[in-house]
């Protein structure tokens, strides 16, 4: 009932807002053709990252005050968080299912650098992350997909304004990652050698336990602020269709 609801009420707001208003509605993009869907994702998502005067700062760099986790039996506290290269990504594709309310926004990112202070305490003799210090991740050819509901909504304008009902990410790093400690407290050099060479040799659990939870928490800072500029915008705006754009479906 509720999917059949919000598909009828999304179609006939498409077609039919013309007679609601004075002014004109910008047509929307068809939301199985991809091209035009993407697109219109492509330049919110630029525009949010780039900031929106009195919404959001700029998400480049993209500041993260605290994340904790656990990196083999070793517990860990990053602070001060900043991540590097939003704005070198590509939105390569975003579905819009309309039946299931569904959505899908598909990053590539070239290059993610994350730069923060650690610390990490645990009972392990392996030379893992351990002590005080700062420590950069560089990540490259990397992609993330943002997935989850959305909705639609009807303003006191009578037009159809989309927004995010829940929000999930998922990472891949395809390429390479680097791992370095910048400056190390109560280390000595040789430790932090061997922190280092540790955690890039096992590079797949720095990503997965270090790396992606800045990445994901990133995601979900992103995602709230595509929302807000998302409710003060209507959909012919944020998705409008395009004139001589290839038609293609899902």
């Keep these: 009932m509720n999917t059949l609801k919000s598909l009828f009420v999304l179609l006939g707001f498409i077609y039919h807002t013309y007679s609601y208003s004075t002014e004109p509605c910008k047509k929307i993009c068809i939301l199985n053709n991809r ?7 492509y330049d919110v998502y630029k525009t949010v ?4 005067k009195g919404l959001n700062a700029p998400l480049d760099p993209l500041h993260i005050e605290k994340i904790e986790g ?3 039996n070793v517990k860990y506290k990053l602070t001060n968080i900043t991540l590097k290269g939003l704005k070198g990504c590509t939105v390569t594709k975003l579905k819009l299912n309309v039946t299931s309310t569904k959505y899908g926004q598909y990053l590539h990112c070239p290059k993610l650098i994350s730069h ?9 003799k392996k030379p893992v992350l351990r002590g005080k210090g700062t420590a950069t991740v560089a990540a490259y050819n990397y992609d993330i997909l943002n997935y989850g509901l959305y909705s639609v909504f009807v303003n006191d304008d009578h037009r159809p304004h989309f927004f995010i009902v829940t929000q999930h990410s998922k990472t891949n790093l395809k390429g390479k990652l680097e791992f370095a400690i910048t400056n ?4 000595d050099t040789n430790k932090v050698n061997e922190t280092v060479k540790y ?3 096992r590079w797949r659990e720095t ?3 270090l790396h992606a939870p800045i990445v994901q928490k990133a995601m979900t800072i992103l995602v709230y602020s595509i929302d807000k500029y998302s409710h003060k915008r209507t959909m012919g705006e944020l998705l409008p269709e395009k004139k001589h754009q290839h038609y293609e479906k899902f």
């Design 207 to 209: 990503e997965k336990f």
């Design 184 to 187: 190390a407290h109560l280390i």
């Design 49 to 52: 990252v780039n900031g929106v």
């Design 35 to 41: 091209t035009c869907v993407t697109s219109g994702g």
């Design 116 to 124: 923060f202070r650690f610390e990490a305490q645990g009972n392990t």
């Design 70 to 72: 656990v990196l083999e």
């Design 199 to 201: 955690m890039n040799d």
